[in-house]
């Protein structure tokens, strides 16, 4: 997809990225503030949660959230906010004549929310229903916990829900208060720029919000070895779920980044796969995951997935012997080139639209302050080698830093320190 990609710095202290999309009929617009779980009060990891809840809803200019929510749509256009670990946001996607309407609208919410009490009981009772909701997914429950025992922010649904009561009004308060500065703001704005990014800049620099001091940094999480695999009992659960991370040193080039996407690829992507494909030939498993996401300090590499209990050492067995394979002898250049293409081809095939070009561009801004620029992924693929891999691999197996979680019912209890065994065997 055509398009440039431009950084600003405007007058308030807001960072942003416009990326130009020449002849595109939709914008998609994120505004993003370091404002996520980790700045809650201590044993009140929602109150970011909440506030987010509160803040796309009544304000000084449209008093209800029915209001504002029938303003802002009127001609079809959407929003959402959100909360995660680290950051708090809030998007739209508009027909590309409504931008600067629909900015203006997400800055009349942003900067003068109202916070009645009305409003913050109701929705303490909406974000309650919402955990109870996340709560049935099993497999992101028991990341959470996992990620909890081992040292990261996470918290699980169950213990965020039982902190809701605790939450008041005054905390919401106090967390907007201190994450809602315009130099705790960045943005990343994709669609036809040419003729929109003068008003929408305009809007920006002129948000209703103190200066602050600077874009908050980020937690220095502590990551610490699990003494045994956690266990988590579930008897509602047929199978299990299981997930292992191991935690890496941040990584300092793309190359890595790079890498390690190529051997998520390589072991999990597709019937052909060296682990997927291997595990569905033998009717052992109708999935399994590859993932990673990143810290300050760290980049965690993740495989996940659900199994019966029968079919789990023999699921482990395979998963460690394709890592150690590639990490011990590396890969024939054949397959470092067909994974290239493929590679190419499904980053082209996933960044089509405004807003898959802007989530493209979003993490690594956010978190890093850098720009990946899409263009040159094509280039960058070059210096994914079967040495690079190879390091990646041999990391993985040798970090110093690792947990495995397993959640199980009550009649079928894995011996989870064999199964660990098992990924950590020489």
């Not at 996520?36 to 990891?45: E, N």
């Not at 003068?198 to 948000?207: D, M, N, Q, V, Y």
């Not at 019966?308 to 590396?330: C, R, S, Y």
């Amino acid at each position: 997809m055509q398009h440039n990609v431009r950084h600003v710095t405007l007058k308030n202290g807001a960072e942003g990225l416009y990326i130009d999309m020449p002849g595109a009929g939709v914008v998609a617009i994120d505004i993003v503030f370091r404002a996520g779980d980790y700045l809650s009060p201590a044993g009140k990891t929602d109150t970011a949660h909440v506030m987010e809840h509160l803040v796309l809803g009544a304000n000084k200019k449209y008093p209800s959230s029915k209001e504002y929510s029938r303003e802002f749509s009127k001609y079809g256009a959407y929003n959402n906010a959100y909360t995660g670990d680290y950051h708090m946001g809030y998007e739209a996607e508009c027909e590309a004549s409504e931008a600067a309407r629909i900015t203006d609208l997400l800055c009349d919410a942003i900067e003068a929310p109202l916070f009645t009490q009305t409003d913050f009981i109701a929705e303490i009772g909406n974000v309650r229903e919402e955990l109870k909701m996340r709560r049935n997914n099993d497999d992101v429950e028991l990341s959470l916990m996992l990620e909890d025992a081992m040292g990261f922010v996470p918290k699980s649904f169950k213990q965020r829900e039982s902190e809701l009561s605790a939450i008041t009004l005054a905390d919401v308060h106090a967390h907007y208060k201190k994450t809602h500065t315009s130099s705790n703001m960045r943005f990343v704005i994709a669609g036809p720029m040419d003729h929109l990014q003068k008003p929408i800049t305009e809007r920006l620099a002129s948000i209703a919000l103190p200066k602050g001091t600077g874009y908050i940094e980020l937690p220095d999480e502590q990551p610490k070895q699990l003494k045994s695999p956690l266990l988590v009992r579930n008897a509602n659960l047929d199978n299990l779920c299981y997930r292992w991370e191991a935690v890496l040193p941040m990584f300092s080039s793309l190359v890595q980044r790079d890498s390690l996407s190529a051997l998520q690829e390589l072991l999990f992507n597709g019937i052909h796969s060296r682990v997927f494909g291997d595990l569905r030939e033998k009717g052992l498993v109708y999935g399994i995951f590859g993932s990673n996401y990143e810290t300050k300090h760290n980049v965690v590499n993740v495989i996940s997935g659900q199994v019966q209990t029968a079919n789990i050492a023999d699921v482990f067995e395979i998963l460690h012997k394709e890592i150690a394979t590639i990490a011990n002898n590396g890969l024939p250049e054949k397959e470092v080139q067909d994974l290239r293409k493929r590679a190419y081809g499904e980053v082209q095939r996933y960044n089509q639209t405004a807003s898959q070009l802007s989530g493209w561009y979003r993490q690594p801004f956010i978190t890093r302050n850098e720009i990946i620029y899409f263009d040159a992924f094509a280039e960058r693929l070059e210096h994914v080698t079967s040495s690079s891999i190879q390091a990646i691999a041999q990391a993985i197996l040798e970090a110093p830093i690792d947990g495995l979680g397993i959640m199980h019912n009550d009649t079928e209890v894995p011996d989870a320190r064999q199964l660990f065994a098992k990924l950590k065997q020489g």
